[in-house]
Structures are given as C-alpha cells and as structure tokens.
C-alpha cells in the first residue's frame, strides 16, 4: 500500500498544553544527591546545583517540576527539611530502603525552580502524614500573613511567599508498596479533608487527585468523591518489553487509558453539576523495566534507540490526547529512570533525552488531526512481560507510522512529528497539505542509530539528532523514513 500522510490547518483538536513537557524529580537513588544536587562537587554552584544538569534540564525546557515523590514522600516529614542544614535530623527512608540527609529539602526544591525558571509541583504526604501537616506546608510556601509558618519560611531566608500553584494529593494510595496504602474510599476521605484545609490556606492553589491507571475501580471511586475538590486527576502507567515490537506499541495503553479516565471525568462532572474542567495530571509516565529495587541498582535504567522511538509515541500520544491530558510528568530527570546521566565527572545524554527535546523546542500551538496510511504490524498476546500487566494486541493492527502534528498560527509553523516503528524496512511516504503550501523549506531533524538496541553512555554516542535542510515546496512532497527512526519536519506554511 501507498504511506501518506495528510495534514489539514483547520482540523485542529486542541491547544498543546505546554505542561506535557514537565518533569519529576524523587529522593530515590542518585536523581537528587549525586544528580540535582551535588554538594561540594567541581561541576556545581554555590547552592550545590549541577550546572552541567541544569544547561542538559533547560534545552529539555519543562514548564514544571514534581517533587518529592513519588514512593517517597508517602513517609516523608517535609518539616524534616527546613532551616539550619547541620540540625536536620538523618532519617531511615522505608520507601527505597535507604537513608535520607534531608540536606535538600523544600527550600532546596523551590530555589531551584526559581533559578530554573520552573512552576514547582509539590506533593503532600498522604500516607504517614497528617492533614495538618500538608495544611502547614502550604502555609510554609504561600502564606503571606503574620503567622508561625509564613514567618518561619522568612525565618528560612526567603520573605516572599513561593506561591506554589500545583499540588498532589498523595502518590500511588492505591499501592501495598506505599506507606500508609488504603483502599480507595478511604483515601477519598483523607484527601477531601486535605483538600479543604488546604485550599482554605490558599484558594489559588491546583489540586491533583491520586489515580492509577485511568482505567481502574479507584479512578472511578476517587473522581466521584473529589470532583468537587481538584483541578486534576493522575494516572501513572509505565511500559517497556525485551521485545522491539512490543516496546514500541505498548505506549497505546496510555492512549486507552486516556480516553477512560477522560471519560469517567466527564461522567462525574455531568452527573454532579460540576462547572469547572478537570483534567487528566499523567504526572509518571516513561519507559521502565530492565531496573528495580529489588536489583539494587538505584533505577539507573539505560536506555536504548528502541525506548526513544517508544517516548516519541507516548509524546505522539499526549498531543492527540491534548483536550485531556494537561500536565505530564517524565519520571525522572536525572540518573533514575531518566534522559540525563552523570558520573562525579561529567554526563552523557541518553537516547530518550533527543525525543523530548524535540517535542518540547518545536511541538506547540495546535495540535492536528493528522491521517496515517501505512503498513501494519500485529503480535500475539504476551506470555510473559518483565514488569507491566498491560497487553495491548486488542488494540492492533498497529500502524507501523505513527503522526502527530503542530501548528502555530502566530508564526506560520507547522511541525510533522513522524515515528517509523518498522524495525527493518524505511517507508517512502507522501506527505500532503489541505489548503497549504511549504514556502521556505523544511528543517529535517532525525534520531537513529544503526541497531534498535543502540545505547549512549561517556564513552560513545550512538543516538543523537542528525538535521538537514530540504529544499523542497509546495502542497506536498514525498520523504522517505528510515527503519527504526524518529524524525521531526519543521516548515513555514501559507
């Protein structure tokens, strides 16, 4: 069959919430100390901030950062991290069996979001935790009155309040391995009672319920009981496979899952009278599943051009998806589970860092309806998956291009988002354009490698962008994909 590609201006399906492109940091392994923040080292600042992280975080261009957990923060005093560093207490972490300084603690978090120019996310303690606790917390942050926790934040050395918009209702509730874990209806109640007092402290705030996985029977129970409370509901769902195909289609479970939660939202909010939207805070979400506690390896997955072509899918995905999911959080930044890898003497960049540049420099303003013809691929239902339970074959054939599309009217820029999960062959494809002509060229920018299993590391860099200019214009054009590439086209338009 012919492989085409067709984009039509006018069939937009939403605004490209900038906020996809988000970021999660946890105190887990080497993503804060020995990542963040490394104290004492050649390569940081004067606050103990890697600059080389940072310049590698800033071109990933993330509007908001999540902290502290993740598993963690279920058993985390966040009181445990204010004021003199010397005096916090040294604390056992029950979460990932370790220990924690507290040397970075929210005053840490919330400088360095200030420096990075980032929205921070904070989420509260719902497992040991104490309503009055996450109440406190806020007050620490926003409060702007003559009061114990505003003046102590003062006290701390920042006498203007943070004013920190987003925060989390707790992390995986749901979860026997939290801290603190309870059914569903159980944690609907302790977090309405949390989202009263805090939003009593400051009704600016956004709150995001705990979901799952935007397809189970506590999503349905937790966005009936706190609709009325939050601005968003999280899902987390992680995938990745041993085996190439499955890898790079198992990222549609989040598509599905999307389209549930979305749907059991507006249900809620139908039957409740609820005036205001409430979207969906996909607030983990990445490829994992070579790693894990139980390995002891502090979740330093490494990644492979076959994990990168399954990120560009999940970010293909957020786009089309875009009336419902708002905020995205990569999980995590830094060393865990993450684009950006250090030693004590440098950092290399993963595969999967090239993808979320791309998308977070060139894919905003609208996202289009785009129409993919291709070659398709199916499999068999798996037998045995190293880590998730989600099976994806009943949403197959898959088509083996996968397009998103974004156009920015202000500018007159349209950028073609092209996933070529063929792991053998390159697709000649036509690309054409309704009602539009190509006028100063394309921008090509590539990511490939020579095998699917190809990794970056200190001492080689397999994957990387490759870019070159076409000259080429028009209403349409043919290009061919290479097998097993991520490839963006950046055009003017009139």
């Known amino acids: 069959m012919e492989n085409k590609i067709k984009v039509d201006l006018e069939r937009v399906i939403g605004t490209i919430d900038s906020r996809v492109y988000s970021g999660f940091i946890e105190h887990l392994g080497r993503c804060i100390y020995g990542g963040i923040y490394d104290e004492g080292s050649a390569l940081s600042d004067e606050h103990g901030y890697r600059k080389d992280v940072m310049e590698a975080m800033r071109a990933l261009k993330p509007p908001i950062l999540r902290w502290p957990g993740g598993n963690f923060v279920s058993g985390y005093h966040w009181t445990d991290g204010i004021g ?16 924690e300084s507290n040397r970075f603690g929210t005053d840490e978090f919330l400088r360095y979001c200030e420096l990075m120019h980032i929205e921070p996310y904070i989420c509260v303690n719902a497992g040991s935790g104490t309503m009055d606790e996450a109440q406190a917390w806020v007050e620490y942050c926003n409060g702007t009155g003559n009061t114990y926790w505003a003046n102590l934040r003062r006290q701390n050395g920042h006498p203007e309040p943070y004013h920190v918009t987003y925060w989390g209702l707790g992390n995986e509730m749901y979860g026997a391995w939290q801290v603190g874990a309870l059914n569903a209806e159980d944690y609907a109640k302790k977090a309405a009672a949390f989202a009263k007092v805090m939003k009593l402290t400051d009704p600016s705030i956004k709150l995001v319920s705990c979901g799952e996985s935007g397809v189970a029977d506590w999503d349905r129970v937790v966005i009936e009981q706190l609709a009325r409370f939050v601005d968003f509901h999280s899902i987390h ?229 490759q870019e070159q200019r076409l000259d080429v214009g028009g209403a349409s054009f043919s290009y061919t994909f290479p097998a097993h590439s991520f490839t963006l086209l950046r055009m003017h338009v009139r």
């Open 237 to 465: 769902i992680y995938t990745g496979d041993n085996d190439y195909y499955r890898n790079v289609f198992a990222p549609h479970q989040a598509e599905r899952a999307l389209r549930i939660c979305q749907a059991t939202i507006e249900q809620v909010r139908y039957q409740q009278q609820i005036e205001q939207p409430i979207y969906v805070a996909y607030d983990e979400w990445n490829v994992w599943f070579r790693t894990g506690q139980e390995q002891g390896d502090g979740l330093e997955e490494r990644y492979t051009l076959s994990d990168a072509l399954a990120v560009a899918t999940y970010l293909n995905i957020f786009l089309r998806q875009c009336n419902s999911v708002r905020l995205a959080n990569l999980a995590q930044m830094v060393n865990v589970i993450a684009p950006i890898y250090t030693s004590e003497q440098g950092m290399f960049l993963q595969t999967i860092y090239h993808p979320l540049r791309l998308y977070a420099n060139y894919m905003y303003g609208d996202a289009l309806d785009v129409h993919v013809s291709s070659e398709t691929h199916n499999f068999p239902a798996a037998k045995n998956s190293p880590r998730w339970t989600h099976d994806v074959t009943d949403l197959g054939p898959f088509k083996l291009l996968d397009a998103s599309a974004a156009y920015d009217a202000a500018t007159k820029t349209l950028a073609v988002a092209v996933i070529n999960r063929d792991q053998e062959q390159a697709h000649a494809t036509s690309l054409q354009f309704a009602d539009a002509s190509i006028i100063q060229g394309i921008n090509v920018y590539t990511v490939n490698a020579s095998t699917v299993d190809a990794i970056n590391s200190f001492e080689e860099n397999n994957v990387s962008v």
């Open 84 to 99: 003199p560093v010397e005096q916090r207490p040294r604390r056992m972490e029950l979460a990932w069996h370790a220990e």
